[in-house]
């Protein structure tokens, strides 16, 4: 079956949508790089010729402000052709209002001097390609269709068919007969099928280029990604600080109140009836237990004092005990990490295994630790009955697990097919104290 569609599969990509796309994303390329390549050559050289007077730097300027106008184009039609989105650079700010303060800004932005070396080296490969392009394009259906056209040369030329070559005057080999009709027929299928693989390959090059130099800077990237990180620490922090106020609020807070208050109608019953106010504050003694275990759990749940004291081995042996289901845990670290990646990997592990007691339905879980080279990865696998996921709408907390692993450049991998178990794989950076 799968043999059969990707047969099926070959034989539509000559005529598909896309590789007409990537075909006029080649030619036009031609035309455009001549433009870019032409005025940017002209326009640097200019500038900087004239930087001996004060004339050349806003030719400079101009001239950088127009490759970042090309570079818009460029972009736009990579979304539109080949479908391929590419982030936009960051703005071009000057620190003060003026065009003195612009154009340095403009003079100084790396992102302007990307945008400038595409013109210039776009263009030779822009000029190869759309040759090979073109090439292949039109030798591949020429050749697929030259039964339905082979009539053309002893109909209006001298010859019978297509000269394919001449060996001095005494031979000449044409494709005239039906055996060379249809080999010539059949290479031209070849051609016409490779095509648009060859295509893709030539616009690949471009989609690097295009995002290599006209897109975000790496370093633009990372500022970006680390913003986005923050604004996930800080909403996991504020979500915590939420849950412990909650917790404190319902749970211990309640519990102390009633106990103060049990306590006062106990001290006024002391002299009237000792027996009932015995009884009174045996009932606090219990409460006053119930509350400092939960009180305990709490700050078990902030941070437990056994990771701080014993280490990752055993913190998640005192979490796997704890667990509704049996679980082995093998910890291989040559040393402790640093605290705060000690502390995510204790609770990535512990929020995995609380969804296994909850959800998984399982009998057995594991729970398995190791470093390798500079990255911690934990993998926390069950033989319950799977389907879990870390989109939004599974309602597990995976996505929010996801979210805060990536916010330390960690990374989270779920492997859940119904009916098979669960192996969550999660990789943290490796950092010690």
């Given at each position: ?108 932005s790396g992102s302007a001097w990307r ?54 005057e005494n031979y000449t080999f044409y ?142 042996s005192s979490v796997a005990s704890r ?111």
């Amino acid at each position: 079956m799968r043999s059969g569609s990707g047969i099926g599969r070959a034989l539509r990509a000559p005529v598909e949508g896309r590789t007409w796309r990537e075909f006029g994303f080649l030619l036009l390329g031609l035309p455009l790089s001549t433009l870019y390549f032409s005025l940017a050559v002209t326009g640097v050289s200019l500038g900087a010729g004239l930087l001996i007077t004060f004339l050349g730097v806003p030719v400079l300027a101009g001239v950088l402000a127009m490759c970042r106008g090309f570079g818009r184009l460029e972009r736009a039609r990579v979304r539109g052709m080949l479908r391929h989105d590419i982030a936009e650079p960051g703005p071009i700010g000057a620190k003060k209002p003026g065009i003195l303060p612009a154009m340095g800004a403009v003079l100084k932005s790396g992102s302007a001097w990307r945008h400038a070396l595409y013109s210039v080296v776009h263009f030779p490969w822009a000029v190869f390609s759309a040759c090979v392009a073109l090439v292949f394009w039109s030798c591949g259906w020429s050749m697929l269709l030259y039964p339905l056209w082979f009539w053309v040369f002893p109909a209006y030329t001298d010859q019978p068919g297509l000269q394919l070559f001449q060996n001095g005057e005494n031979y000449t080999f044409y494709l005239d007969s039906p055996l060379a009709i249809a080999t010539t027929s059949v290479v031209g299928l070849a051609l016409t099928l490779t095509t648009p693989w060859l295509f893709r390959a030539l616009t690949t090059v471009d989609r690097v280029l295009i995002s290599g130099l006209l897109g975000p800077s790496r370093l633009a990237h990372r500022v970006s990604e680390l913003e986005s990180d923050r604004g996930v620490v800080v909403d996991t922090a504020a979500a915590d600080l939420r849950r412990i106020e909650r917790d404190l609020h319902d749970g211990a807070q309640a519990r102390l109140v009633a106990l103060a208050m049990d306590l006062g109608l106990a001290k006024e019953k002391l002299t009237e009836d000792p027996r009932a106010a015995a009884r009174m504050v045996d009932e606090a003694h219990g409460e006053v237990k119930i509350a400092l275990q939960e009180l305990r759990d709490l700050a078990r749940g902030i941070h437990p004092a056994v990771l701080t004291d014993r280490g990752l081995d055993a913190a998640l042996s005192s979490v796997a005990s704890r667990c509704a289901v049996p679980v082995r845990v093998a910890v291989d670290l040559p040393a402790r990490p640093a605290a705060a990646i000690e502390g995510i990997a204790y609770f990535t592990v512990s929020e995995l295994l609380q969804n296994i007691s909850k959800h998984a339905r399982a009998r057995t879980a594991a729970v398995d630790v190791w470093k390798s080279g500079d990255r911690l990865l934990i993998q926390v696998s069950d033989d319950g009955r799977g389907g879990a996921s870390t989109g939004a709408a599974a309602g597990s907390g995976l996505a929010g697990l996801a979210e805060r692993l990536d916010a330390v450049d960690g990374v989270l991998v779920v492997d859940s097919a119904v009916g098979e178990g669960t192996t969550v794989t999660a990789e943290l950076p490796w950092r010690t104290a």
